[in-house]
Structure formats: structure tokens, C-alpha cells
């Protein structure tokens, strides 16, 4: 199994390419290792984060203020996701994986709720409790490891052009509404034959530019687009185009 495209071996720097599949990376994962300082002894301190992406990508996270890395971010807001795309690899050396560099921010935004809980419908239960917050993460730095020999640092670029995300998350009530009403063959077959996951009755709960979520009662799985959106009418073909791939 691989997940990189080989082309990306000629890229000298932030080529859309390349962006698109450190966010792929990003959007199809449920979790990653946060490492934060701790506090009053400025050493390393990981731990295990659920997450979500905004619609430019950038990391959504909901922490509780009682949890250690909580109190660290209190006194330092630096940080640094991992996260892990090498499921599959015999070697795991071999996978793609993306490691993250930012600043983290309390962002109580509606669309990072909606973002976050779309992607993990269980914290609702606790979501609302007075120690938990929703937390976006504003990347500086990343750095993108392919497998053996292939690795960039990127500075800037990697994040959806925002005005663009801003038209998604003014669009997107419609656009699953649309998918979820007159597509349900097509979400049905891409969950099916894409995703080799079997079962009818996947609903759209996520869109943005480059791919939607699909769920159907527990799982939800990441489905990408060929190519990351620039408008809303490429949507169905985009989406037509991986079953006939």
C-alpha cells in the first residue's frame, strides 16, 4: 500500500501537490500525538489528541482544561501534531507521516464545533461540559516525510486558499443536503467500491474543498477528491470520477 504520489520527488518546495497530500493526510486521520511543554519544567510532553480540520485544513482539537496538556498550553501556546499515515506498510518506515509546528488558540467558532463533532459524534456528550474547549491549531512550520529519502519542510502554502474555505462553509448545508437527498447511490458506491467498506445508508456529514466524510452508524471514513475543488460545480463529476477510476 502507497498513499504518496512518486511525482512528488521533483518538488523543490510547497507545490499544490505536495499541499494537497500532507492534507489528505491530515483530514483522514481521527487522532495524533500533541507535544507540548510542561509546565513549570520546559521539558517535552506528548500525548494522544483527537481531531478534526477546519475547512482550510488547519488542526481542530477539543480539550479539557483539567487534562495536562491543557495546563501546558496555559503557559505556552507552542505545539506540534503528529500525525501517522502509515497504516498499511509493512515498514512502517516506509509510510507517509506529517509533523506539524504552530501556535494553539481557544476558537469557540460555530464551524469548528460543527467541523469537530461531524468528525467525532461522541464528544457531543461531553462537549458542552464547562472544563472543555475547542482549540485551532495556527500552523508555522510543517514537515512531511514520504518514506526513505523523502522529506520537505514547508514554511507556508500549506493551508486551502481561505476565501475559497470561507464559500465552503456558506455552501456546505446545501451541498450535503444534495448529497445525502438525490446521491444516495453514489455516496453508496463510493463507500462500496472506493473505500471497500460495505453496508448502504452512508450519509455526507463533511465537505470542503478537497474531499467529504462519509458515516454510517459508527464508522466514518475520509474520502478524497482527485484533486482538491475550486468550485462547487466540480462537485458530482469530481465524485463520479473515482467510481469509474
Known amino acids: 500500500m502507497n498513499t504518496t504520489d512518486p511525482s512528488l520527488d521533483a518538488?523543490?518546495?510547497?507545490?499544490?501537490?505536495?499541499?494537497?497530500?500532507?492534507?489528505?493526510?491530515?483530514?483522514?486521520?481521527?487522532?495524533?500525538?500533541?507535544?507540548?511543554?510542561?509546565?513549570?519544567?520546559?521539558?517535552?510532553?506528548?500525548?494522544?489528541?483527537?481531531?478534526?480540520?477546519?475547512y482550510d485544513g488547519?488542526?481542530?482539537?477539543?480539550?479539557?482544561?483539567?487534562?495536562?496538556?491543557?495546563?501546558?498550553l496555559d503557559a505556552d501556546t507552542h505545539v506540534s501534531l503528529l500525525f501517522d499515515g502509515t497504516a498499511g506498510y509493512a515498514n512502517p518506515q516506509q509510510g507517509p507521516r506529517v509533523t506539524l509546528m504552530g501556535r494553539i488558540e481557544h476558537c469557540p467558532a460555530p464551524r469548528?464545533?460543527?467541523?469537530?463533532?461531524?468528525?467525532?459524534?461522541?464528544a457531543a456528550l461531553y462537549a458542552d461540559f464547562a472544563d472543555f474547549a475547542f482549540y485551532r491549531v495556527q500552523l508555522e512550520r510543517v514537515h512531511?516525510?514520504?518514506?526513505?529519502?523523502?522529506?520537505?519542510?514547508l514554511d507556508q502554502?500549506?493551508?486551502?486558499?481561505?476565501?475559497l474555505s470561507e464559500r465552503f462553509e456558506a455552501a456546505a448545508p446545501a451541498l450535503l443536503q444534495e448529497l445525502n437527498n438525490g446521491q444516495t447511490a453514489l455516496l453508496t458506491t463510493l463507500a462500496n467500491q472506493?473505500?471497500?467498506k460495505r453496508g448502504k445508508g452512508w450519509q455526507a456529514v463533511a465537505i470542503d474543498a478537497d474531499g467529504i466524510d462519509l458515516k454510517r452508524e459508527n464508522s466514518i471514513l475520509r474520502l478524497a477528491f482527485p484533486q482538491p475543488l475550486t468550485s462547487f460545480d466540480g462537485l458530482i463529476p469530481a465524485l463520479s470520477t473515482l467510481t469509474t477510476d
Open 11 to 54: 518538488d523543490n518546495g510547497a507545490s499544490p501537490g505536495l499541499c494537497f497530500t500532507i492534507r489528505k493526510i491530515l483530514r483522514a486521520a481521527n487522532r495524533a500525538a500533541l507535544g507540548t511543554i510542561l509546565a513549570g519544567e520546559e521539558r517535552p510532553y506528548v500525548s494522544l489528541v483527537t481531531t478534526a480540520t477546519d
Open 58 to 72: 488547519s488542526p481542530l482539537l477539543l480539550l479539557s482544561r483539567l487534562a495536562d496538556h491543557t495546563r501546558n
Open 112 to 122: 469548528v464545533r460543527q467541523r469537530f463533532l461531524g468528525r467525532h459524534p461522541g
Open 144 to 153: 512531511w516525510v514520504g518514506g526513505f529519502a523523502r522529506a520537505r519542510w
Open 157 to 163: 502554502g500549506l493551508a486551502c486558499d481561505w476565501a
Open 194 to 196: 472506493v473505500l471497500k
